[in-house]
């Protein structure tokens, strides 16, 4: 389900792309860890266009707002953190760099 809202996090961790092998050919994908206000950690990922896109804009902690996103249940097999749902960033995601570094 694809949501409209949007959330404040910082990027606690950007893991190395990864590639694979899609219809479309070769594919690239990455994972963040994000953090909101309370702490609270969930991991992202960034699929195909989002990866290509915001790959060398989204830095380690730094805070972004994030927009047009899925959120699904987790694949505990693949989490890095401890958190029942995951984020999925496609190419209708947004993110912008928030103007305030702090709180988070």
């Known amino acids: 389900m694809l949501l409209q809202w949007c959330i404040k996090a910082k990027v606690v ?4 792309p990864r590639s694979f092998s899609g219809r479309n050919g070769a594919q690239r994908v990455f994972n963040v860890e994000l953090a909101d206000t309370m702490g609270t950690q969930i991991q ?13 804009i989204l830095q380690e902690g730094k805070v972004y707002y994030f927009s ?12 890095t953190v401890k958190n029942d749902y995951e984020i999925h960033f496609d190419a209708r995601t947004e993110v912008e760099e928030a103007a305030d570094q702090t709180g988070i």
């Open 44 to 56: 992202g990922t960034f699929w195909r266009e989002a990866a290509e896109k915001y790959l060398d």
């Open 13 to 16: 961790r950007k893991a190395p």
């Open 68 to 79: 047009s996103f899925q959120v699904k249940v987790a694949n505990k097999q693949y989490a």
